[in-house]
Nanobody, 111 residues
Framework: QVQLVESGGGLVQPGGSLRLSCAAS????????LFWYRQAPGKQRELVAS???????NYADSVKGRFTISRDNAKNTAYLQMNSLKPEDTAVYYC?????WGQGTQVTVSS
């Protein structure tokens, strides 16, 4: 059974940075694409970024140039570096691999 644990969320001022981590267990992590999603209050969950096992990345237009997704297959961990954060980035952030989701980590951008 795949287990995912996110960490690194918190409260940050506009323009600030956070790095989220997603630690995986129970699967051959390196061969699967990993996704970061987010869900703001009252909104649908949306795809933020993805990274293949080989390191190819894709981003939502709303985060391009500000967020960077990466992975360390040796540590079974993926990351989402978030810079120049905006209030509209406030959401619960989830990682997903195969059909498994983490529990989410709250990111709040506010002054």
């Amino acid at each position: 059974q795949v287990q995912l644990v996110e960490s690194g969320g918190g409260l940050v001022q506009p323009g600030g940075s956070l790095r989220l981590s997603c630690a995986a267990s129970g699967t051959i992590f390196s061969i699967y694409t990993l996704f970061w999603y987010r869900q703001a209050p009252g909104k649908q969950r949306e795809l933020v970024a993805s990274i293949t096992g080989g390191g190819s990345t894709n981003y939502a237009d709303s985060v391009k140039g500000r967020f960077t997704i990466s992975r360390d297959n040796a540590k079974n961990t993926a990351y989402l570096q978030m810079n120049s954060l905006k209030p509209e980035d406030t959401a619960v952030y989830y990682c997903k691999i195969i059909q498994s989701w983490g529990q989410g980590t709250q990111v709040t951008v506010s002054s």
